[in-house]
């Protein structure tokens, strides 16, 4: 089967790998529908962070059951299936507590499932995947439209993680809740406060297009500025003491230095953007009650719910795909979002 | 009138200072029947804090009204009350939003209110209180006993302070909760924590007479360890997983990390110890979802609830003073405080 791999710094290609075999009798072989790069991708794609040259890659598909090893009991072949960005159990005690991504017994695509197994990466023809009946998520009706199909996929990662970072700060009917980060995170962010009944929705983002897709998505208010001049733009919208919720999609030490700054005392600061150089104002946020929750997005707990809401049309968080293509054009995605001329990249096998 | 002012490290006094008068119509004097100390009064005795020399201190007390100003409508003269450790006007957004800690036109006992006049301390004989309509709390039925003014006493600020841990953990009925800290607060945090329904309750406790307090006020296990040797007790207690929910009730960094540590993927650090040289191991954090929630209490905003179980005879925070003297004997336990004779002096007028 041919398959994305990573050669080195700013150099993924698509390689013919050998097929993968079901190894332990909870495994499924899934062929993929779709798949997308994401933005935690590219920082071993930037040489930001370390990764094995020749590594396999990509954690988020939608594909077909082709195989099924004998203990797996609820994914059957032939089944639509969603994966989350991490593989687990559905029973250990993290994953019964709502938090599949610290499974015991889980791992990441790519990886090594708890026998040493190495999993597939997500983006190549055909995916082990360890733990199916734990991981698999099945779309009811059996092959999704090709209008279906992107808002599936975004709920791989990227729509669960923007929920996550909802559901940390807290975000209920009728508040007003700011979303720092206009990127693929930041968007479902918003995509995820209006489900949650928000009343007023501010984006803060710089980009035209993004500004413009963060309204259509439910953003009531855009603010421009960034880093510390972003603040008093906020303020101004919120009485001066700052939102209800803020959903921190960033992760480096001026978003979160700006979360806190327009979070309100009593609030809660959701983040869900992997810490680069970020650092918690202990004495500001004790003084002011503002609290930091969120992390590795749980996704696999959210997909049921979210699932049902993408299967009634109330939310297409497809629709954060700008770069759309097949299986060779996922260098080039990388390429397009390294150099934010997309959003997210997505490819339809 | 007398009241206790401070002159330098290690050095307080009962001395004589002008009555208080009303200066702004929403003021109420109080005659204090009862006050205490705080664990945050030892920062500026023990010099880790500054502080004016001449200054008048304590922030917690129960009284009759003596006066009240215009405006005043909620409380009459010969009310028995419970002040909150700040003053508040129950009003402006952040009271409204439930956090009165953070009232924009608020403050401190023995700081100065909006208007630039400075209110008394609470360790003396009257108190000129701001805002008494949304500061003070009325205790029905009139004067109250003996053996229920130290349980009154106790809502002033540790009771609520001990119940904003638990709620900022997120204990609720069933849980299994972590207490670090054997002090005033981490004990009112396991009344709190049993009080919301914690099925078992770990205080964290290297003091026999503190654990056997502890286990009286509801705790279930006692681990005796303290910092990385308390991490692996707390774990084999919890099937290798952590707690539910984390009291860090101290504010070292040694508490904090502790806390951390023995907290289970997916639930919060609820933090009341005022952080010093603590921080947030944010990597950790973020990969096992442990949130950090908490602050200063916004003890005015709890204290209804909790009066009506202390009238109720539910809770009984006021076991927690184990040093009790009169006004002339509050050196004496501020004293007993430092060198850890006591967990916390009230005085009685």
Redesign the interface.
Known sequence: MRAVVFNGVHDVSVEEVPDPEIHLPTDAIVRVLATCVCGSDLWYYRGESERKPGSRIGHEFVGVVEEVGSAVSTVAVGDVVIAPFAFSDGTC??CA???P??C?HGGVWGGRDAEGFRADGGQGELVRAPLADGTLVVVPGGMPSEELLPSLLALSDVMGTGHHAAI?AGVRPGATVAVVGDGAVGLSGVIAAKRLGAERIIALSRHADRQALARELGATDVVEQRGPDAIEPVLSLT?G?GV?AVLECVGTGESMATAFAIA?????VG?VG??HG???P??A????????????A?VRAYLPELLEDVLAGTITPGRLFDFRGGLDDIPAGYAAMDERRAIKAMARL
Do not use: C
């Open positions: 005690p993290n507590f709502g938090f991504s610290s015991i940390s009485v003491v209800d309100r005392p009593g609030s809660r983040y992997v810490p970020a650092e918690v202990l004495q946020a004790f003084r002011h009650n503002v609290g930091l929750v969120g992390g590795m749980p």
